[in-house]
């Protein structure tokens, strides 16, 4: 990897993992689903401007508009609702690792929609990815009994998933297209029916979003979180494996959960630091053996 994706992979390791614990004290002051809307279609407001300002084009193409709408589904209500139903019942460390799980649903995916082979390497790291999950779910594992934390973590798990399919998808229809106006439609089309489902079933509290703490981070989550973050995301994935993309980010939960414990006094349990550790073990032995092999090549390249 150059310097500028070392970079960028840097900037949204910082960005995204201040980012789950302002998601989750958001979600005890806005109602979800209004919080969840009004979080992309700012973000995505926001993007627009950027791109009128840069003198680019906005509007989709006629022939783009249905593989934008599947890719804005997918991460819109796969991922960001998905997710923000979840956390209202998991403490954001946790959320964090559980949705960062998408490295092993990206390699098997990649594998088969993108004939990015799964080797020996990335195959032993998933393995101790999926340890890593069986750690952090052992207590209800031993206990199998339906209640909100285990749905929570469910579907925080299926929120990784949408994410991995997600990306697979933009990197096979969206390799070359405009990164910034992906991101757009992406989160406003998604957005704007989230919204009018929140409009009809959840409250609405002028107070709440008029503060101006509670709009300040509401515009973080938004616009740099969100736009920002996921432009910057959208532009690795177009530069590198998938793979290899996924388990760069990998230090995100780790940060996730030092800023739970810190910041919100969120407990660190055994089972969770151990499943932390086996997920982040896969995560390097995975990276280490492909940077390895990709020397390899260089040199067989070479001579």
Not at 129 to 143: D, E, F, K, S, Y
Request: proline share 3%.
């Amino acid at each position: 990897m150059n310097i500028k994706v070392v970079s960028a992979i840097a900037l949204l390791c910082l960005v995204w993992g201040s980012l789950w614990g302002l998601v989750k004290h958001s979600l005890s002051i806005f109602p979800p689903f209004l919080f969840v809307s009004m979080r992309l279609i700012l973000a995505a407001l926001t993007l627009m401007i950027v791109q009128a300002v840069l003198r680019k084009s906005i509007l989709p193409n006629q022939g783009d508009w249905k593989a934008l709408i599947i890719s804005s589904l997918m991460i819109c209500f796969g991922f960001y609702a998905t997710q923000v139903f979840a956390m209202q019942f998991v403490d954001s460390g946790l959320s964090a690792v559980l949705v960062f799980t998408m490295p092993i649903f990206i390699g098997v995916l990649a594998h088969y929609f993108l004939n990015e082979r799964l080797n020996s390497q990335k195959i032993m790291g998933l393995i101790l990815g999926t340890l890593g999950l069986v750690a952090i779910l052992w207590p209800q594992l031993q206990h199998i009994h339906v209640n909100v934390a285990l749905i929570g973590q469910f579907f925080l798990i299926l929120s990784g998933f949408f994410w991995a399919l997600t990306t697979i998808y933009m990197k096979k229809n969206f390799a070359t297209y405009d990164k910034m106006k992906l991101t757009i439609w992406q989160l406003l089309l998604g957005g704007s029916v989230i919204l009018i489902g929140a409009l009809v079933f959840e409250p609405i509290n002028l107070s709440v979003w008029t503060n101006p703490l509670n709009s300040s981070i509401l515009f973080y989550i938004a616009v740099i979180g969100t736009g920002f973050a996921f432009v910057l995301w959208n532009w690795i994935v177009s530069q590198v494996d998938t793979f290899v993309a996924s388990i760069s980010i990998m230090c995100i939960p780790i940060l996730s959960l030092f800023f739970g414990y810190v910041l919100w006094h969120e407990p660190l349990t055994v089972n969770i630091l151990i499943g932390a550790a086996f997920i982040c073990s896969g995560i390097i032995f995975s990276s280490l053996k492909i940077k390895a092999q990709s020397r390899s090549a260089e040199q067989k390249s070479l001579s």
